[in-house]
């Protein structure tokens, strides 16, 4: 179960400025980058992205329903800057029912199990937390907001 959204109607220049202003660690499936994932605050809560939080959530709300899933929310978020030469290694999303990719920058296909998405910015992917999925070695820039759900 994968659902491709179109955001690109956001404005992913301001989104990208707060997210360099974040400070980031090293992350063990981000080989070549840096990432927010467990460490400091969730990204989709800091107040300068309420905007993007909401706007995801609304797309979740649908995916929901689509798949007859009842209400989620979000228990993390992250993001990750990963540059050229990153491989994002295989894995999945334990402790989680939904989750998602937010694309500001990058255009490495995201592979899972039977079919591989094409990413450009303002693209949000939601899957089934349980879905495999990875990258080949990118090319460019790769910067995702990434979270992970369970129910209310």
Request: hydrophobic share 35%; glycine share 6%.
């Amino acid at each position: 179960m994968i659902e491709e959204y179109d955001l690109s109607f956001l404005n992913l220049n301001t989104i990208k400025s707060k997210l360099l202003q974040i400070e980031t660690n090293s992350h063990g499936l981000v080989t070549k980058g840096a990432s927010t994932y467990n460490h400091g605050m969730p990204v989709l809560m800091y107040p300068e992205l309420t905007g993007l939080k909401n706007t995801i959530k609304q797309y979740v709300r649908l995916y929901c329903n689509k798949y007859e899933i009842p209400p989620l929310k979000f228990i993390n978020s992250w993001f990750n800057i990963s540059q050229p030469g990153n491989k994002l290694k295989a894995h999945k999303h334990e402790e989680s029912i939904v989750s998602g990719a937010f694309y500001i920058s990058g255009k490495t296909p995201l592979i899972f199990p039977d079919t591989s998405i094409n990413p450009y910015p303002g693209l949000l992917v939601i899957f089934s937390s349980d879905l495999v999925h990875y990258t080949e070695e990118e090319t460019e820039e790769r910067i995702i907001i990434s979270f992970n759900t369970d129910y209310l």
